[in-house]
């Protein structure tokens, strides 16, 4: 909500804050006095995920102030909510600038409220977030990550007692108790006699959840006969993979490990890549040298908080090319549905779960398996919550979403670099019985299925004035929704604002399906400043549509 930022910013540099912000503070307001705007005019909104930001001094920033408020207003609800004389609440951190000093301050608001603490003792990945809570019992989680976004952001995730990320009706009720943290004097920073109790994890919780994730392996013999073969390069982008992705891999018995010791360096900073986001083929540039200098098959990059993860793979000319995240998650689904056939596991009862705006080759792939496929929001949390409400009646094999987020098995309620690392490599092992490489895995499956492509555009538009004309697209484009794509007339358009017509909770989000089997789906992101266009066309021609389609809906 748009408010009188002089106002605030006078407040400021007259209230009870520390000298070193009220001087950056001045500094903004002397020399940067649209920076100054941006940092003021709103209050970085806590929304149903938790905080994302850029860092710096203002009401809309990742600070300490709005870190201790957030934590506060999360403090009164777990106490409103939850019963009992033993509270507790899990926290861990990236390799970001500042997250250790913001879990800290996470832990002390936390603990000053009188609630049990479990936070980690160094960087670990979201996904063993995840995983601890339910193993030390805890009622809530704060992972501090802005996942793959810039170095100047930091973000702040909150998790229930499943491990998954706070849905309805917990996440509104948690955003209105933060809402009414409206000065950092509503804050109790410093913890006093009535405290909890801060206790560090570590190696312990480290070795249950690489155990836990070594019981999901299903090709152990296939990876024992081409161990000494496949050669695989890691890298972290930075981030903090680096502590469990090669150790996962070599007790599966892979021997050729190959690393890029500059970027695993864990440094907020990033200073190897423009963006540690393996989306991006640009961030994979040193890991694919590498795989070339060395001859490895496969290249696997974590981003920072080591929840999303992409390869890239040798084609039939033994060039390098990267996966998207639907090619990723089609060849991890496709392998695994066959494992777990080949092993009489599928009874009817099993299901995968994949996002709106993934691609509808899961679901075929699924079906081609008489496993049901579950279609969710965008969010790994929709995922989790599935797998929430199924636990008594089904049970969750894999799911995915086109964002390079992947996940198997129950033990992680959340997107999981390290077990979907594993998996590619199992799965190359597993290929490679029947004189494939996971290029050519890929090509079996578009036979068996037929041919899509999908694609992502983003158009970015930042700050206030930007925000605004992201919703006058929206608002545009419901208003005057394209009737065509390349000529094939539009058979179905779907607004995720009508929860009554979809099934879902209610989003901002626009599909167009046209008569040939094409989708375009739009929405701005929840966290960054950009609206997103999902492009994913079917047939033997999709690679020309995927261009013209992008162009049409761009222009």
């Not at 949390?381 to 049970?395: D, H, Q, W």
Request: include cysteine; aromatic fraction near 8%.
């Amino acid at each position: 909500m748009a408010q009188d930022y002089m106002e605030v910013v006078k407040q400021w540099l007259e209230g009870d804050f520390d000298q070193e912000t009220k001087m950056k503070v001045l500094e903004l307001r002397n020399n940067d006095p649209v920076g100054l705007e941006d940092a003021f005019y709103r209050n970085l909104e806590f929304g149903t995920g938790g905080l994302r930001g850029i860092m710096g001094v203002g009401t809309n920033r990742m600070n300490k102030y709005t870190v201790g408020m957030a934590t506060q207003g999360l403090a009164n609800y777990i106490k409103a909510h939850v019963q009992g004389d033993d509270i507790r609440v899990a926290i861990s951190f990236d390799s970001r600038n500042n997250s250790k000093l913001f879990a800290k301050i996470t832990a002390d608001v936390l603990c000053a409220n009188g609630l049990h603490v479990f936070l980690f003792d160094n960087i670990r990945p979201t996904p063993e977030l995840s995983y601890a809570i339910r193993k030390v019992g805890a009622t809530a989680g704060v992972m501090v990550t802005a996942s793959h976004n810039p170095k100047e952001y930091n973000g702040y995730k909150v998790f229930w007692a499943d491990g998954g990320q706070i849905t309805s009706p917990v996440d509104t009720e948690v955003v209105a108790e933060v809402a009414k943290i409206t000065d950092p004097s509503m804050v109790k920073f410093v913890p006093g006699e009535d405290a909890g109790k801060i206790d560090v994890m570590g190696k312990e919780i480290d070795e249950a959840y690489v155990n836990d994730l070594l019981s999901l392996c299903l090709s152990p013999e296939s990876v024992a006969r081409h161990a000494d073969e496949i050669k695989l390069v890691y890298t972290p982008l930075h981030g903090c993979g680096v502590r469990l992705v090669p150790e996962c891999l070599r007790r599966m018995g892979f021997k050729n490990i190959y690393n890029i010791p500059e970027q695993d360096v864990s440094d907020g900073d990033f200073p190897t890549v423009v963006s540690p986001n393996p989306e991006e083929p640009a961030a994979m540039k040193m890991a694919i040298d590498l795989a070339n200098k060395v001859g490895a098959d496969i290249v696997l990059a974590t981003d920072p908080d080591a929840d999303r993860m992409g390869i890239a793979v040798r084609d039939n000319d033994g060039n390098i090319v990267q996966f998207n995240g639907n090619q990723t998650a089609a060849v991890m689904t496709y392998y695994i549905l066959n494992r777990w056939k080949d092993l009489g596991k599928l009874d009817g009862t099993k299901y995968i779960v994949k996002t709106i705006v993934t691609t509808e080759l899961l679901r075929e792939i699924a079906a081609g398996f008489g496993v049901k496929c579950y279609d969710v929001l965008t969010g790994f949390k929709y995922i989790a919550e599935v797998v929430k409400k199924n636990e008594a009646t089904g049970e969750f094999i894999c799911g995915g979403e086109e964002s390079f987020g992947f996940n198997v098995g129950q033990y992680v309620r959340d997107k999981d670099g390290q077990v979907a690392a594993m998996m590619v490599a199992e799965a190359a092992a597993w290929a490679a019985d029947q004189g494939l490489t996971i290029y050519q895995l890929l090509q079996k499956i578009y036979k068996e299925y037929g041919y899509r492509k999908e694609g992502l555009t983003s158009i970015v538009r930042k700050g206030k004035s930007g925000a605004e004309e992201i919703q006058q697209m929206m608002v545009d484009f419901r208003q005057n929704p394209p009737k065509d794509l390349l000529g094939s007339p539009v058979t179905k358009v779907i607004d995720y604002l009508e929860p009554e017509k979809t099934g879902q909770p209610k989003s901002n989000v626009l599909q167009f399906f046209d008569e040939a089997g094409d989708v375009v789906s739009i929405r701005p992101s929840g966290t960054e400043p950009k609206i997103k266009f999902y492009f994913g066309a079917k047939g033997a021609d999709a690679d020309q549509k995927l261009v013209d389609l992008k162009a049409q809906l761009i222009k």
